[in-house]
């Protein structure tokens, strides 16, 4: 064999080789479908503040996901996904966090104004 049908060769096996480890991430469908499910289960909590900033985050990777999974990067739509459904979760968990804390506040203003009311009775 000669030194260019080598080379040739080198050069078919190599992209081969390159196809076969892109074909080998199949499309992330289901987690891209996870991903969306998370995100609407986290805007559905109407976040503020930190959590609003954290759904942006995870419609910006739910995005990335599905552009990527367009253009057929298995493994970059696959990673995109992941991140937004984390991303989404950590929305949500905010979002439920900061309804408890105003919750609290809004218990703890009540409680102080019966206790009030209980001092001023009392005299």
Same mark, same amino acid.
């Given at each position: 064999?000669?030194?260019?049908?080598?080379?040739?060769? &080198?050069?078919?096996?190599?992209?081969?080789?390159?196809? &076969? *480890?892109?074909?080998?991430?199949?499309?992330?469908? *289901?987690?891209?479908?996870?991903?969306?499910? &998370?995100?609407? &289960?986290?805007?559905?909590?109407?976040?503020?503040?930190? =959590?609003?900033? +954290?759904? %942006?985050? =995870?419609?910006?990777? !739910?995005?990335? =996901?599905? $552009?990527?999974?367009? /253009?057929? /990067?298995?493994? $970059?739509?696959?990673? =995109?996904?992941?991140? +937004?459904?984390?991303?989404? *979760?950590?929305?949500? +968990?905010?979002?439920?966090?900061?309804?408890?804390?105003?919750?609290?506040?809004?218990? %703890?203003?009540?409680?102080?104004?019966?206790? /009030?009311? !209980? !001092?001023?009775?009392?005299?």
């Amino acid at each position: 064999m000669t030194r260019s049908a080598l080379a040739g060769l &080198a050069v078919g096996l190599l992209a081969a080789m390159l196809l &076969a *480890a892109c074909a080998s991430v199949p499309p992330p469908t *289901a987690q891209i479908d996870a991903a969306d499910r &998370a995100v609407r &289960a986290a805007d559905a909590l109407q976040p503020r503040g930190p =959590a609003q900033q +954290a759904l %942006a985050e =995870a419609r910006q990777r !739910l995005g990335a =996901a599905r $552009d990527a999974a367009n /253009r057929g /990067r298995n493994a $970059d739509a696959l990673a =995109a996904a992941q991140q +937004a459904e984390a991303a989404a *979760a950590h929305a949500a +968990a905010e979002a439920r966090r900061a309804a408890l804390e105003a919750e609290v506040d809004s218990k %703890a203003a009540r409680n102080a104004d019966l206790r /009030r009311r !209980l !001092l001023i009775q009392g005299d």
